[in-house]
C-alpha cells in the first residue's frame, strides 16, 4: 500500500523532478545503502540512499526512555559498578547534574555490561530498522548514552563536524548503522545533531582534534576539511524520536545554550558478516593508537590492538554472530 501511494506521488511530480525519482525507484532493487523489505516505504528508501539519514517518529516510548534515564542517574550518583563502562566529562564543567563535586558526566559509552540500558540495543522496533541496512544478523558494537552540558562559555558543549566511520576498524561502511535516539525534547538551542545530507557518498576524511580556543573534549575529532557551504540540515527532535544514519555521513552538533542538559541514547550496529581491517598506514592510524594507549592503561595491558577493542565490546542483538 505505502509503495502504491509512493507511486502515485511520483505521478504527480512535474518534469525532471518526477524522472529523477522514476529512476530512483527503479534503481532500489540494486540500491547500495538499503535491503528491499516491507518496513521501509519507496521514499523512506530514496530519502536514505541520497541523504545518508532516516528519522524515524515516536518510535521508542516514553516509558522505556524514562527507564533509560533512570538507569543513568543510579551511574551518576554512583550507585552501581559497570564492568568496562567509560565515564567521560566535560572539560570545562565544574559541577555535575547528579554528582555536584565532580566535573558533569557528558557521556557514557560502551554500557554493554549495564542490562537495563542495553536493552535499547535490542529493542524489536529498533532492530527491525536497523535490519533494513545491515542484514539479519546483527552486532551492537558501540553504545552511547550522550548527556550534553550546558555551555559554559568556553563553547566545549560543541561535538565537531565529524564521520563515525573514523572510529571503527570493521567494513564494510554500507553495512553499519547508528540508531540515535532523543530522550527529550532535542533542537537548536541544546544542541541538535547537525548533518551534511548526501557527505555519506564521498570517502572516509582525515579527521583530527579541532584547534578550538576553549578546549575540545578527549576523543572529539573533526573532519579536517569539508565544504563549509555544504546544505546543512538541524535534526530537532521529540522524545522517543529515532534518528538513523550512515557511518560516512558527516555530522556535529552545536553548543548547548540552555540550563539543561540534553540526553540522548545510541547505538552503533553491525552486519556480523563484516570484517576488521588493519587502519595503520590510514587516516584512522590516529584514533587508533590513541583507543590502543587508553585501552592499555585501563587493563593493564601491553599488547591489545585497536581491533580486539572493539571485539570485546561487540555483541550479537539477532541473528548468528557469522564473523565480528
Given at each position: ?5 509512493s507511486l ?39 530519502s536514505y ?90 552486532m551492537a ?184
Amino acid at each position: 500500500h505505502s509503495q502504491a501511494q509512493s507511486l502515485i506521488t511520483f505521478i504527480t511530480l512535474s518534469g525532471t523532478e518526477s524522472n529523477k525519482r522514476l529512476s530512483h525507484c527503479h534503481s532500489l532493487a540494486v540500491s547500495r545503502y538499503s535491503f528491499d523489505n516491507d518496513l521501509l516505504s519507496t521514499e523512506q528508501r530514496i530519502s536514505y540512499e541520497e541523504d545518508g539519514f532516516l528519522l524515524i517518529k515516536g518510535l521508542v516510548s516514553g516509558e522505556d526512555i524514562d527507564r533509560f534515564r533512570a538507569a543513568f542517574e543510579r551511574i551518576c550518583r554512583r550507585e552501581v559498578q559497570v564492568p568496562g563502562l567509560v565515564v567521560m566529562r566535560d572539560v570545562s564543567i565544574a559541577k555535575s547534574e547528579f554528582v555536584p563535586d565532580q566535573k558533569a558526566i557528558s557521556k557514557l559509552q560502551d554500557f554493554q555490561e549495564e542490562p537495563e540500558l542495553f536493552r535499547y540495543c535490542g529493542l524489536p522496533q529498533i532492530l527491525n530498522y536497523v535490519e533494513c541496512f545491515t542484514g539479519p544478523n546483527i552486532m551492537a558494537m558501540h553504545t552511547m548514552l550522550i548527556n550534553k552540558p550546558p555551555d559554559t562559555g568556553n563553547k566545549t558543549s560543541r561535538h565537531p563536524m565529524h564521520q563515525d566511520l573514523h572510529y571503527f576498524p570493521f567494513r564494510p561502511a554500507d553495512r553499519i548503522v547508528c540508531s540515535w535516539t532523543a530522550m527529550e525534547k532535542v533542537n537548536r538551542q541544546n544542541g541538535c545533531l547537525v548533518v551534511l545530507p548526501g557527505s555519506h557518498h564521498g570517502t572516509l576524511k582525515e579527521h583530527d582534534y579541532p584547534e578550538w580556543e576553549g578546549g575540545v573534549n578527549k576523543m572529539y575529532h573533526g573532519v579536517r576539511d569539508h565544504d563549509p557551504n555544504h546544505p546543512r540540515v538541524h535534526l530537532e527532535m521529540e522524545k522517543g524520536d529515532t534518528v538513523f544514519f550512515h557511518p560516512l555521513l558527516i555530522h556535529g552538533s552545536g553548543m548547548n545554550q540552555t540550563q539543561g542538559f540534553r540526553k540522548a541514547i545510541s547505538c552503533h550496529y553491525a552486519s556480523a558478516d563484516c570484517y576488521y581491517i588493519d587502519v595503520r598506514g590510514t587516516t584512522q592510524e590516529n584514533i587508533g593508537q590513541e583507543v590502543k594507549e587508553i585501552a592499555a592503561r585501563k587493563y593493564a595491558v601491553d599488547d591489545v590492538t585497536f581491533e580486539d577493542t572493539w571485539a570485546v565490546r561487540g555483541r550479537l542483538v539477532q541473528g548468528d554472530r557469522t564473523n565480528l
